[in-house]
């Protein structure tokens, strides 16, 4: 779908939800400048996306129903701010990363977002699964950061801060284990993140920040978390996907502007690994670090007090250990 398409399309949608009683398909037309085939077009691919709209003589159009669904034209007009500057998908692709990497390697620029209602093919760190049945919100961000590759060593953590103040607009507190997992109180994960990207030496082509978040959906529900069960309410797919849009831009903004300092405290206040017993172990399997986590440094490494000492680790899986 062209960007020209999704604008009307979203004129179309805007007009009807300013008059109830029908919109003319000759007023359609007018105001857009197309003709009333065109328009007919338009509403039949919006039915197609899962609006419902009525089209009776004499009264025009007008809307029934709207999908629950992340689609562009309902999470475009619940962002609050200017971060995205171009929305994508909605529905079901493989993995929103890769839709995301290729129209960064094809030059799109910061903001550009890619959608899903659904993924064959969600993936974690180190090639693990995502599960990403219908219920959750699917996005990816395209980001060109102005840093040093060093520099964006604590990008993830940053992220993972946007999401949760994200989970926060939704009402949904989140605590943070390092290195990106969201979760609530008793550990379940509501929400994980997943940044890829290319650099050429220190310099950073892009990075794609991938988001997956449980809205009504919890996979395993021994280990996953619902927003709906959290916040207590049922929360629109797309008022999920603009609020964690909002809050990863945010975040992401303010790291550009100020770095990692602002965030240090906020970080503290909701790490769920903070005092804890944990074993870390690498994509291997080897252990690490063991001991107790007494926070992060300002590299965003997670400091383990083992018994040879205090352990900064820049990556790896963590584990609570039985105390
Ligand atoms: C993550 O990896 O937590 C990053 C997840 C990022 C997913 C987003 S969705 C949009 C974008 N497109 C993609 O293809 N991916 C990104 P990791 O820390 O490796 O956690 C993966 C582990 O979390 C799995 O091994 C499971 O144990 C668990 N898991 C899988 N699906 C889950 C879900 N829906 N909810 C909670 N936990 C899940």
């Given at each position: 779908m062209t960007r020209r398409s999704d604008d009307r399309r979203a004129a179309i949608l805007q007009a009807m939800r300013e008059v109830p009683v029908g919109v003319s398909g000759e007023l359609l037309a007018t105001g857009l400048g197309v003709?009333?085939?065109?328009?007919?077009?338009?509403v039949e691919a919006l039915r197609e996306l899962g609006y419902s709209i009525e089209a009776r003589a004499g009264e025009g159009y007008r809307l029934t129903g709207v999908p629950d669904a992340p689609l562009p034209t309902e999470v475009r007009p619940r962002l609050r701010t200017?971060?995205?500057?171009?929305?994508?998908?909605?529905?079901?692709?493989?993995?929103?990363?890769?839709?995301?990497?290729?129209?960064?390697?094809?030059?799109?620029?910061?903001?550009?977002?890619?959608?899903?209602?659904?993924?064959?093919a969600g993936r974690g760190r180190l090639g693990r699964e995502w599960a990403s049945p219908p219920g959750g919100v699917y996005a990816s961000i395209v980001l060109r950061p102005a840093v040093e590759t060093p520099e964006a060593i604590v990008l993830p953590l940053v992220i993972g801060l946007g999401a949760a103040r994200g989970l926060d607009a939704l009402?949904?507190?989140?605590?943070?284990?390092?290195?990106?997992?969201?979760?609530c109180e008793d550990g379940r994960k509501v929400a994980g993140v997943l940044l890829e990207g290319l650099s050429e030496?220190?310099?950073?082509?892009?990075?794609?920040?991938?988001?997956?978040?449980?809205?009504?959906?919890?996979?395993?529900?021994?280990?996953?978390?619902?927003?709906d069960e959290l916040a207590?309410?049922?929360v629109p797919l797309a008022e999920a996907a603009a609020a964690m849009l909002d809050g990863i831009?945010?975040?992401?903004?303010?790291?550009?502007?100020?770095?990692?300092?602002?965030?240090?405290?906020?970080?503290?206040?909701?790490?769920?690994?903070?005092?804890?017993?944990?074993?870390?172990?690498?994509?291997?399997?080897?252990?690490?670090?063991?001991?107790?986590?007494?926070?992060?440094?300002?590299?965003?490494?997670?400091?383990?007090?083992?018994?040879?000492?205090?352990?900064?680790?820049?990556?790896?899986?963590?584990?609570?250990?039985?105390?």
């Open positions: 003709s009333r085939v065109a328009v007919r077009k338009h200017d971060f995205v500057t171009r929305l994508e998908g909605g529905r079901v692709t493989g993995s929103t990363n890769d839709d995301a990497r290729a129209l960064a390697l094809a030059g799109a620029p910061e903001g550009t977002v890619v959608l899903a209602a659904r993924q064959t009402g949904v507190s989140a605590l943070l284990k390092w290195p990106n997992d969201l979760l030496g220190w310099l950073i082509e892009w990075i794609v920040a991938g988001v997956g978040v449980n809205v009504r959906c919890a996979p395993d529900p021994a280990r996953d978390a619902s927003v207590g309410r049922t831009g945010d975040a992401y903004r303010r790291w550009q502007e100020e770095g990692f300092a602002p965030f240090a405290k906020e970080y503290a206040a909701r790490s769920y690994l903070a005092g804890r017993q944990v074993r870390v172990s690498d994509a291997a399997g080897r252990v690490v670090a063991e001991g107790g986590v007494t926070g992060i440094d300002a590299l965003g490494r997670l400091l383990v007090a083992t018994v040879a000492g205090t352990v900064p680790v820049v990556a790896g899986e963590v584990t609570l250990r039985e105390e």
